[in-house]
Nanobody
Framework: QVQLVESGGGLVQPGGSLRLSCAAS????????MGWYRQAPGKERELVAV???????NYADSVKGRFTISRDNAKGTVYLQMNSLKPEDTAVYYC???????????WGQGTQVTVSS
């Protein structure tokens, strides 16, 4: 089992920035990628940023150029730097971990991001 714990959410004004963190613990050798999804009220969960097996990163079109994913392998932590935040970025952000080619999926409990003036 892998446990994922997110942090860094909160309330921010439009145009502001936040950095989310997700720390993995447990059987982290069973996973080989970590990424981010989000779910806004009344909407389905959607991909925000997830690394591909080829080394690139899939970003949602709506966040390209504003959000950046990074990872500290030594700490088993993935980050999501979010800049130029918009009200439509308001959502619960979930950390996701898995293993390419295998049916292995883990989710964090989510962290709320609210963008409002």
């Amino acid at each position: 089992q892998v446990q994922l714990v997110e942090s860094g959410g909160g309330l921010v004004q439009p145009g502001g920035s936040l950095r989310l963190s997700c720390a993995a613990s447990g059987s982290i050798s069973s996973i080989n990628f970590m990424g981010w999804y989000r779910q806004a009220p009344g909407k389905e969960r959607e991909l925000v940023a997830v690394p591909t097996a080829g080394g690139a990163t899939n970003y949602a079109d709506s966040v390209k150029g504003r959000f950046t994913i990074s990872r500290d392998n030594a700490k088993g932590t993935v980050y999501l730097q979010m800049n130029s935040l918009k009200p439509e970025d308001t959502a619960v952000y979930y950390c996701y971990a898995g293993a390419y080619g295998l049916s292995i999926h883990y989710w964090g409990q989510g962290t709320q991001v609210t963008v409002s003036s």
